[in-house]
C-alpha cells in the first residue's frame, strides 16, 4: 500500500520550507508536489485567476470531498503539499508538514469553510481515473494539519 501526506499553507514561502525540509529527509522532489508549482498572484476579487492549479490537483487522484478543500483553498492564495511516501515514513513527514506555528491549516476547520462549495472539474472534461492509483483517506494516521492517503499504487511519475 502506498501513502500520501497531503497540507494546506497560506504562503509559497512556507509550502517552499516544508518542500525543502522533506527533500533533506531523503524523499525525491519528484515525489513532492506544490500546488500550484509557481507563484500565481491572487486577483483584485480574492481568488486565483489562472486555474490551472485545478488539474494538478486532480492529478493526485485524492477523494472527490477532500479535492474541493484544497482546490477552493488553492483558488483563494493558498498553496498544497502533496507527498508521496512511504508507510515507515508517514510520522516523520506528518511532524514536517503539521507546522502550525508556520501557517498550516486544521484540515478539518478549512473542509467546513468549504462544505457547500462544488469541486471544479478538470479542464478536459472527463477526470482521469485509475482505480489503482485513487486514493482514500488513511485513518490510522489521523491529524488535524496532514491527511494521509492510502493507494494501492504509486502514481506515475514523469
Known amino acids: ?12 514561502e ?3 520550507l516544508v518542500r525543502r525540509e522533506l527533500e533533506a529527509l531523503g524523499i525525491a522532489g519528484r515525489h513532492v508536489h506544490v500546488v500550484p508549482d ?3 498572484p491572487v486577483a483584485s476579487t480574492g481568488v486565483r485567476d489562472d486555474v490551472t492549479y485545478t488539474d494538478q490537483l486532480h492529478g493526485l487522484h485524492l477523494p472527490d470531498e477532500d479535492l474541493r478543500t ?19 515514513q508517514v510520522g516523520r513527514v506528518q511532524e514536517i508538514m503539521r507546522r502550525p506555528e508556520s501557517e498550516a491549516y486544521n484540515l478539518d476547520t478549512r473542509e467546513g469553510e468549504f462544505r457547500h462549495e462544488q469541486a471544479i472539474a478538470y479542464s478536459a472534461g472527463d477526470r482521469p ?19 494521509t492517503y492510502r493507494r ?3 502514481l506515475p511519475y514523469v
Open 70 to 88: 484544497y482546490q477552493h483553498s488553492v483558488r483563494r492564495g493558498d498553496y498544497v503539499v502533496s507527498v508521496e511516501v512511504e508507510e515507515a
Open 152 to 154: 494501492n499504487a504509486p
Open 1 to 12: 500500500m502506498h501513502r500520501n501526506v497531503t497540507a494546506i499553507y497560506r504562503t509559497r
Open 38 to 40: 509557481r507563484e500565481v
Open 14 to 16: 512556507t509550502a517552499d
Open 129 to 147: 481515473y485509475n482505480e489503482d492509483y485513487l486514493a482514500s483517506r488513511d485513518p490510522a494516521y489521523a491529524d488535524p494539519f496532514s491527511r
